[in-house]
């Protein structure tokens, strides 16, 4: 069983930035892809940026050019917000899938301010 410790959530001006992290623990197995997806109030989960075992990227359009994802040796994925827009504004959640399943973080909150 994987569990995934997020972290790096919080209040920011708009154009500010913040870097969340999410570390992995708990499976032998390597993860295949890391990624993030957030959920604002009243609107369905969506995916933010992905990362797989190789490296290779993808990322939704409206983060292009302003976040990005990372992951680290050690089971660990970042995701660097910059230029954050009041429609970032979101609970933004950790998934990793590897050979045993996929798995979700319990989300961190992200509040954009004016």
């Known amino acids: 069983q994987v569990q995934l410790v997020e972290s790096g959530g919080g209040l920011v001006q708009a154009g500010g930035s913040l870097r969340l992290s999410c570390a992995a623990s708990g499976s032998t197995s390597s993860p295949d892809t890391m990624a993030w997806y957030r959920q604002a109030p009243g609107k369905q989960r969506e995916l933010v940026a992905v990362?797989?075992?190789?490296?290779?990227t993808n990322y939704a359009d409206s983060v292009k050019g302003r976040f990005t994802i990372s992951r680290g040796a050690k089971n660990t994925v970042w995701l660097q917000m910059n230029a954050l827009k009041l429609e970032d504004t979101a609970d933004y959640y950790c998934?990793?899938?590897?050979?045993?399943?996929?798995?979700w973080g319990q989300g961190t909150q992200v509040t954009v301010s004016s």
């Open positions: 998934r990793v899938e590897n050979r045993e399943g996929v798995f």
């Open positions: 990362v797989s075992s190789s490296g290779s």
